[in-house]
């Protein structure tokens, strides 16, 4: 008997379980997770900091943000799970002119889309925050008390778990290797379709684009030339007959978008985490600093004290192996900022790296693949995966259920965007 379910979500990290409760939640349960790991987490969401904040600069992510933002602070009711929200907040400090119009702008914006809690700070009040801080070149800052941290793996836990509570199954160890698109066979006329040998022979002449299907018996792998419709996905446990597929897929989207024909622009970016050793030479508590001058950007996670930058120099590629000389790097730009810091200990070997999924435009892909009926993205965080992640799944769940959410206007986030030169441009990416 062939295995059946009305949507197949591919991955299980914070976003595929967060489409998973969604979906459930709104009456849609006949709904498999396939994720090729043992366990749940292993990709980003296992690996990040665990940021959320409403301090972005463009509409849709203070949108997503603000919407998120409230889930997480009664997520542990309404979810039946914690997910650890801690409203520490975010405390942006600048060093010149530009950070101060560009936090201005941001605040005006984010104020006019009901984000009506940031406040301005002087170098007198963030050093009330943090008395260690250097401040001689710090003009000002912003902050928001409602941003804060949550606990990514129990976020993405909370969401699975209440899912399966309502039905939604959830394999592990099982990897998608092909998705079938078997267009619409009996619907379209016979000149609209091309057999799999017709295509192939043409792609060997290097007169087709790449649109191919995988698995199913031979007499099956017909597609349609444009207008395709998923009807299956082909698993290391064997085909998967569905109609509705989400590619939850993070850094590793564009494959599986691939296995349709879909072009999807995500690429992986290495991003380096350094904690110290503990360190009770700061408060126990104060918010995310983030220091405008380098990006530097640095939190409390329990007794020591966790380090981030975004290295420049860092170039997309599946590279999450820790690299040594990034400590050097990091410690000097800490030290700069906060002179105490010179004496934290650091462990290379407690250091670690993961991927961003990374977009051209920096925000998130998120809607159905324009030529492939059933297929949806959503990808492309660039960073903000587990900040959004109870947005995204709504906003997926309700175009996926309704063809439209009333959460943000969808459209912006549509892959089509890149083609038809829609570009978003979020500058406020840690
Ligand atoms: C160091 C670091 C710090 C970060 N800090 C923050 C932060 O402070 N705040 C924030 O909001 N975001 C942060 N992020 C980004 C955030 O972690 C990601 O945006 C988010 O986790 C993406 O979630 P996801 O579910 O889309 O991807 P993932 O968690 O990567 O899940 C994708 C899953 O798909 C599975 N998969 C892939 N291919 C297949 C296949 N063919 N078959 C089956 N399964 C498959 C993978 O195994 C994986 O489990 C950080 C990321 C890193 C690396």
């Keep these: ?110 104020n006019a889309l009901g984000v009506t809690n940031v406040d301005w700070v002087s170098p007198e009040d963030i050093v009330k925050i943090v008395p260690q801080l250097r401040v001689d070149d710090i003009l000002g800052g912003t902050f928001c008390p409602t941003d804060g941290f949550v606990d990514p793996h129990s976020v993405m836990m909370g969401f699975m778990l209440n899912a399966r509570e309502r039905g939604v199954r959830l394999w592990l160890d099982t990897r998608v290797t092909g998705i079938e698109v078997n267009g619409y066979a009996g619907i379209l006329p016979a000149t609209a379709r091309r057999s799999l040998a017709e295509i192939n022979k043409l792609e060997l002449a290097g007169k087709a684009e790449p649109f191919r299907t995988s698995g199913g018996p031979a007499a099956e792998r017909e597609v349609a030339d444009r207008g395709g419709r998923v009807s299956g996905v082909m ?62 950007h640095f939190r409390r996670e329990g007794k020591g004290i966790l380090l981030a930058w975004n290295d420049p120099k860092e170039t997309p590629g599946f590279k999450t192996d820790f690299d040594e000389t990034f400590v050097e790097k990091i410690l000097t730009h800490a030290a700069s900022r906060v002179p105490v ?60 259920l309704q063809g439209h959410s009333d959460l943000i206007q969808t459209n912006q986030l549509s892959v089509e965007r890149f083609k038809e030169g829609r570009l978003l441009e979020e500058t406020a990416v840690l």
Excluded at 378 to 385: C, E, I, K, R
């Design 1 to 110: 008997m062939t295995e059946t379910a009305d949507v197949v979500i591919i991955g299980s990290g914070i976003v595929g379980s967060s489409v998973a409760y969604h979906l459930a939640q709104q009456g849609c349960t006949n709904v498999l997770v396939l994720e090729r790991e043992a366990h749940q987490g292993k990709g980003s969401t296992g690996k990040s900091m665990g940021g959320v904040r409403a301090q972005f600069s463009t509409p849709v992510n203070i949108q997503m943000s603000k919407y998120s933002i409230d889930f997480f602070s009664t997520f542990d009711e309404v979810v039946g799970h914690p997910a650890d929200y801690r409203a520490h907040g975010y405390l942006f400090c600048a060093t010149n002119d530009n950070h101060l119009a560009y936090l201005k702008v941001n605040r005006e914006r984010q």
């Design 235 to 296: 698993t290391t446990r064997g085909f998967i007959s569905t109609r509705v597929v989400v590619n939850a897929a993070g850094a590793w989207a564009a494959e599986v978008a691939k296995m349709a024909g879909a072009e999807l622009p995500v690429e992986p970016l290495r991003r380096q985490l350094v904690p110290t050793e503990p360190f009770d030479q700061l408060p126990k508590r104060y918010p995310m600093v983030i220091d405008m001058s380098t990006g530097f």
């Design 341 to 400: 810091l010179a004496e934290a200990e650091v462990n290379p070997r407690r250091a670690w790296a993961g991927l961003y999924e990374m977009t051209p435009d920096h925000h998130a892909i998120i809607g159905p693949a324009p030529d492939i009926n059933g297929l949806y993205f959503v990808n492309g965080f660039s960073g903000h995966g587990v900040m959004h992640s109870p947005a995204s799944g709504r906003i997926a769940a309700d175009l996926i």
